[in-house]
């Protein structure tokens, strides 16, 4: 046989040999790969979770038009919008929620797991008191009741502590500013 014919021989060899074990080892290699990429990028998300600074709340405070304000942390997530005041003991002083929609609309709120009365306003977009309901009693059993929807439609809704809308003097059609407090 001549040297050409020995180096093809050898060559077809390791052609034919390498294909078996090749993909195995290549397909290892990959999976291996693929589940430190995993891991890798669960303990960056976790690790964000701890490192991340939280935002905290912003808070808009709402002027009255007899001067009284109110320091509304708003209701700007998710869990906000659905659990309002929930599971909290107490309201700072002059404080509350504001709830900012993202439409108008006929926007009903319950008061469930609530642990204190609340005095519920609903605004329209032009910032005007629509509807007023004072003392809503907190609920911790289902069936809660719902509040409003007001009569017509609104884009904004304030909780505050039971008493408040007396001590601000709030009437229907009350024109409210919007500050960001920064």
Not at 23 to 30: H, K, T
Not at 62 to 74: D, Y
């Amino acid at each position: 046989m001549g040297h050409w014919a020995q180096q093809r021989k050898r060559a077809s060899v390791t052609i034919t040999m390498a294909p078996d074990q090749a993909p195995a080892s290549n397909r290892e290699q990959r999976k291996k790969r693929i589940i430190m990429m995993i891991l890798l990028a669960l303990l960056l998300m976790s690790a964000s979770v701890f490192l991340v600074e939280r935002k905290e709340s912003s808070v808009i405070v709402v002027t009255f038009p007899n001067g009284v304000e109110l320091e509304a942390e708003v209701a700007d997530t998710p869990e906000k919008l659905l659990f309002g005041l929930a599971f909290r003991d107490v309201l700072p002083p002059n404080g509350g929620m504001l709830y900012i929609f993202e439409q108008n609309g006929m926007h009903r709120v319950t008061t469930k797991e609530y642990r204190f009365p609340v005095d519920i306003l609903w605004v329209d977009e032009s910032h005007h008191v629509v509807h007023i309901l004072e003392h809503a009693e907190p609920c911790a059993k289902d069936p809660c009741p719902f509040f409003g929807p007001p009569p017509e439609s609104v884009r904004y809704v304030i909780q505050a502590e039971s008493g408040f809308i007396k001590k601000a003097g709030v009437a229907k059609n009350d024109e409210l500013k919007y500050a960001l407090r920064m």
